[in-house]
């Protein structure tokens, strides 16, 4: 790197700093869970996406260790070398037969994380395009990992890129009227991941099969949490289609790591074939495989079930008894609940005052979020009382007073 290189680099970090912008890492010293320490403090947390509270959970710390006894600790290699083994087989039919219900020979591919797997699915898609022969639609408040996938996609294989509101699907229709790629595919969080709500997924499927696309949904806040078995939002909205790229994640409700696709089963060997996140990465340690099939017996089972339930009521509490003076509360029926302050620097302050008495919840600034739209984004996990809950809202409702006033001084 030239020296210039790390002269630019001190600038604009001093410059992010300058607008409130500068991220900072704080070192969590305990396991993740709705008690955290940080430093020498106790802090409640409610800003993770461990939806379920299985990160901690006692079988899955079981599993991780029988795994490792089992397969020891590293894959050593990459899948298609000699890095696939009976853990990842297990985990992947296990997978797929989650998803069968909803996408017709349905076969899943395990990913090391969410990120990869979006990348891998989208250029791999891009991959059966002639050139110029794709339009990709994206709808605009997409997770980053769908955003770069886009890019990729569309730097190979010059594709047309177009964003949609997902509140508003009409201008998705005008574009698609016009559109005459042979390839087209559409692009959705199933959970809006800063908000929320959820993808308008029947509809969009309805719009897929009308002009001959695919669609894709990535599923990482509803997997686990979302369905009567948590098998995600194509389980709750009783969908069925071969035209589904399914998405889910496994380090948010599933409490461990990883990522899958799930889609029909050409697709999945097609990926396997030409993916080149898949093909050119070092395969997850087996000890993860072999402890996300327990995660998955949980979910499906009645402990999962309970853990839902116990999601609904405080997501009902808080949308009940939470009302702000001036700020606004979503009305999102997920465990991601924010609250829009607007600026960064009411955020920082809000994110600084939790953080006084006792709360962990940072605030999300852009560009996770649009520019205007700082905010916290706060996160319940099945871990979580209802007593903690009326907790929170006491204290944020004292935080709302105090800023409001030294905002009108
Ligand atoms: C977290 C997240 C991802 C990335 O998954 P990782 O496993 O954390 O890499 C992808 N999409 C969405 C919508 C997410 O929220």
Redesign the pocket.
Known sequence: MSFLALQLAKEQIADLELQLLKRKLRVSQSPCDTNAVVGDRQLKAFCS?DYLGLANHPDLIKALAEGSKKYGVGSGASHLISGHSAAHELLEKKLASFQEPFIPNARALF?S??????LTAITGFAKLAPRNGLSLYSAKL?????IDGIRLASAQNNASVHLFDHTQLDSLLNVLKEDTKPLKLIVT?????MDGDLAPVKELLKIAEQHDALLLV?D??GFGVLGEQGHGILEQENIRSDRIIY?G????AAGV???FICAQDYFIEWLIQKGRPYIYSTATPPAIAHTLVKSLEIIEGDEGKKRRAQLSRLIKVWQDEMTFAGWTKSPSCTSIQPVILGSNASALMAAKLLDDAGYWIPAIRPPTVPVGSARLRITFSANHSVDDVRELIRTLKDIEQKILEKNST
């Open positions: 996406n990913f994380s969410g990120y990869l797997a979006n997409n997770h980053a990992s769908l969080d199933g959970v809006f991941s990535d990482a806040h998405i994640t496994l380090g948010k790591s990883g990522a």
